[in-house]
């Protein structure tokens, strides 16, 4: 069978359902339209980089027959939601894609003050426009992250505040 695309958005599961296609070729052909819908916005939207990170993380499980067929069906679905719900909240939010990366990452994890600490590193990243090239740009990201993180009361922050970093390079 070849390979159907399908375009991540509100239909996506519709679609799915109504397809013929056996249930193993639905898998990969959700796993092949996540990647490639993660890597068409990844630089617009850094946050979705942990989606397809995690879709991976499932085709590998499901090439070790770790998981069974309808369990990679449920969480590719569950995928999908997120990603569909991330995308229209960054929308409802009107936030750019860096700060909105760094809410987006914190409420996954339940750090207390998500969106605030979203907006004030949105303040930071204005300030410092070229921290992707700049390494004293980027230190400055870094203290305002830890400067924000602090009082979150976040175990690992020195991991959070790389997790993060890494995700938006």
Not at 9 to 25: D, H, I, P, R
Not at 32 to 47: D, F, L
Not at 63 to 87: G, M, S, Y
Not at 110 to 119: F, L, T
Request: aromatic share 8%; hydrophobic share 45%.
């Amino acid at each position: 069978d070849a390979v159907d695309i399908y375009e991540i958005n509100n239909n996506t599961l519709e679609k799915l359902a109504e397809a013929t296609a056996t249930y193993t070729v639905q898998v990969f052909n959700l796993l092949k339209s996540i990647t490639e819908a993660v890597a068409e916005r990844a630089k617009q939207a850094p946050y979705l980089l942990s989606i397809g990170e995690m879709a991976e993380i499932i085709a590998q499980a499901y090439q070790e027959r770790q998981l069974n067929t309808q369990e990679v069906l449920k969480r590719l679905q569950e995928l999908i939601d997120e990603f569909v719900a991330a995308e229209k909240e960054r929308a409802e939010k009107m936030m750019a894609p860096e700060p909105y990366t760094v809410y987006w990452l914190l409420k996954r994890l339940r750090v207390k003050g998500a969106e605030n600490i979203a907006q004030n590193m949105a303040q930071a990243f204005d300030r410092f426009p070229y921290w992707h090239a700049s390494q004293n740009q980027e230190r400055n990201i870094r203290l305002e992250l830890y400067k924000n993180l602090k009082g979150a009361a976040v175990k690992e922050m020195k991991a959070l505040v790389d997790q993060i970093l890494n995700l938006l390079k």
